[in-house]
């Protein structure tokens, strides 16, 4: 992601070579495959200070993020298997853009209602959109979709299988 910069009118430049990007979210567009000209929708990009480049931001992506399960899982160097806080690479099938994954709400996966245990409940949430589709989407917004691949099926049962009555 590079959003916010200033100095230059062009987000990305090269002195001596042309800059390639692919599945990347850049201020102000750039040619190459899957990238985005959309807000990141950081927490909070200048931190508590108001001041942009400091210890105190958080470059975590919110909820509604365009970059959220928008990277590629390819482009991601051997023997990397975290992202800066420690968590999964990888948490929803494809790598977010950006140093941080995304991390639902909900602590446990499979907690759709985010109770802190993985339930019947839970269950009833999802099958109210059992089979419900509305195609790739760079983020989750279908109740139920816990993989977010845009469709509530038996791969979401299995993740949430996986936690049952599971608690925090």
Do not use: K
């Amino acid at each position: 992601i590079v959003w916010g910069n200033t100095g230059s009118s062009s987000q990305i430049f090269g002195s001596s070579s042309a800059v390639t990007a692919n599945y990347s979210n850049i201020q102000g567009g750039f040619s190459g495959t899957n990238n985005i000209n959309q807000d990141p929708l950081f927490v909070d990009a200048d931190g508590a200070d108001n001041t942009v480049g400091t210890l105190d931001d958080d470059l975590r992506l919110q909820v509604f993020s365009p970059s959220i399960n928008s990277g590629d899982n390819a482009a991601i160097p051997s023997g990397i298997t975290t992202d800066l806080d420690g968590n999964s690479r990888i948490i929803a099938a494809v790598v977010d853009m950006g140093a941080y994954e995304f991390l639902s709400p909900c602590s446990l996966v499979g907690d759709i209602n985010c109770d802190g245990i993985v339930d019947s409940l839970d269950l009833s949430l999802l099958a109210d959109n059992w089979l419900s589709t509305i195609g790739f989407v760079s983020h989750c917004i279908l109740v139920g979709d816990i993989n977010c691949d845009g469709m509530v099926d038996l791969l979401d049962v299995a993740l949430m299988a996986g936690n049952w009555l599971a608690t925090i």
